[in-house]
Structures are given as C-alpha cells and as structure tokens.
C-alpha cells in the first residue's frame, strides 16, 4: 500500500506528527484536529472530515511513522486508582474465591476461530451461541483502524507462537454496506498481519495460505431460506437482526465444526487441578507475617 501524499496533505501529516510525537501518551484525532485548528491549518470544524481521511491513508499506509495505532479512540471510561483490600486477610482469601487457573486453550486446535459481525447490538446474541472460547468482534457498523491493527496483533501472535489455521467466520447485512464492510476488514486486517509477522522475521506468505475469512451469513439466498423479512427502510435488502433466533443460533453454531471439543475438555480438566491445587496451598497461607 505505497502512499505518496500531495505536497499540501504531507504538511498537515507531518504537522500532526509534531503534536502526537509531542506527548508522552495516546491521543485521538479529534485531539490532532483541534491542534491543527489552533494552527490555522484548518479553519472550520466541517474540515474534521478531510482530516480523518488524511490520517487514515497515512496510517493504513505506514506512511514515514504513521501506523495503524498511532491514535487511539475515542473513550469514557473511568480510570479508577488507589483501591484495594482491607487486610491480607482478606486479599488471601479473595484470591481463594475468585482465583481460576486459565490455560491457552487455543494451542493444540488445528484451527483457531473467531467470529465478527456487523449488528453490535445482537452482541448478547453470539455470546450467548458461541461457544465460550471463541473470541467475538463486534463491528459496530464499519469498524475503526484501531480495532483493526489489535486483530491483526492477536491473529499474528496466535499464528506465529502455535501455527494454528487461522478461521474467521463473519456474520452482517445483505446490502452493499453489509457485502463491503467485511471485505475492507478482511483485507486490511491480512495487510496488518503480514506487516507484523515480516518485522518479526515469519514469512507471512505461509500465514496467509494459513488464513481463511468465511462469510457465514446473511449470504444470497438465505433470505428465502430463513425466510427473512426485508428491510422496510430499504427494500431487497436484509438485516441481520431479520433472523429468527432459531436461524441465528444455527448460523453461529457452524463455527463449532472448526473445533476440537475433546481437546477443549482436555484442558479444562488440567485448568480444574491446578486451580484445585492452588487454592488448598492457599489455606496453608500465614496471615500474620510468620512463616
């Protein structure tokens, strides 16, 4: 993706570089433009727009030091600090309660699955039909560069440290949005994952052959199939949310044809031993400070 900027669009990445370079943390673009504003590079908050399209080229791209988490988005979280618990008491015997052993049940699957999909609020749906060691993207319509790179991340780590054959199962709309999305995720995410996987001496040739994007659903054809009603906002088109539950549950339960159920059971079993272990050596805890 070889990306040579017009004279113009180069002052204002390179000005933008500038600020983010300037402070020790993530910023996002909105945090960039308002720099730029304050410049006089832009002057109206309409151009917001153009300058998201200027930074996505640029970061897509790996345009100079631009790479795909050079900002971060957009969040309301609390940043909660200085909590804890009352004694070691306490802190022991939470750890008890609450402590599991987690193993990588990942690392003898022939294949490693993860299911996307477009409709963020029939996220409660596919974790509830999923099974409960498959990862879940939710798109939240078209899904942002940010979300992008950490999927190529983890894809990469998951190839390169166990060689699984990578399986993504997408599930969206039928309508040309619906068809698009996936295909842009696709390909970007696989142009992500090579990048990384060649900076840390792979071959990404073989990670790619590893790697299959199969669109689950809605595909043409399953509207009459699932006998799915049309969007009344835009007729021949079909929403995902159209699915009965007794059709999405059976589409989303095709990603356990990938898997390995044994070998799952497997490690769930050495998870409870060791957890088991873990806790009566606990009990045997000093509380005082004597050993």
């Known amino acids: 993706m070889e990306y040579t900027p017009a004279s113009e669009t180069r002052e204002v990445l390179d000005r933008a570089w500038e600020y983010i370079d300037s402070v020790p ?5 909105r945090w960039v433009f308002y720099r730029l504003l304050q410049d006089g590079i832009f002057s109206e908050k309409r151009d917001y727009k153009r300058l ?29 600090r200085g909590s804890g618990h009352k004694d070691v008491e306490s802190w022991v015997r939470s750890l008890a309660d609450t402590t599991v052993c987690y193993l990588d049940m990942w690392q003898d699957q022939e294949n490693y699955v993860e299911l996307w999909f477009e409709a963020a609020a029939m996220a409660a749906q596919f974790e509830h039909y999923a099974h409960p060691n498959i990862s879940l993207l939710a798109f939240h319509g078209d899904i942002s560069i940010p979300e992008k790179w950490e999927a190529a991340k983890r894809i990469a780590a998951r190839w390169a440290n166990h060689r699984n054959k990578i399986k993504i199962l997408y599930y969206g709309d039928l309508d040309d949005k619906g068809l698009q999305i996936p295909e842009s995720a696709r390909k970007d995410v696989t142009y992500f994952a090579s990048i990384i996987l060649e900076d840390h001496g792979h071959d990404s040739t073989r990670f790619l052959r590893a790697f299959e994007f199969v669109r689950v659903g809605i595909n043409e054809g399953q509207e009459d ?10 007729p021949g088109t079909y929403q995902w949310e159209g699915l009965d539950d007794a059709a999405a549950a059976e589409l989303i339960a095709t990603a356990n044809d990938y898997l390995d159920m044994a070998g799952f059971e ?3 079993g050495q998870e409870a031993e060791a957890t088991a272990r873990f806790r009566a050596y606990l009990e045997k805890f000093p509380m005082n400070g004597s050993s």
């Open 25 to 29: 943390y993530a910023v996002t673009a």
């Open 52 to 80: 998201l399209g200027y930074l996505s080229r640029a970061r897509k791209s790996f345009y100079g030091q631009w790479k795909p988490d050079s900002l971060t988005d957009d969040t309301r979280e609390a940043v909660v």
């Open 225 to 234: 199939q699932y006998n799915i009603p049309e969007n009344p906002d835009r």
């Open 266 to 268: 497997e490690v769930e």
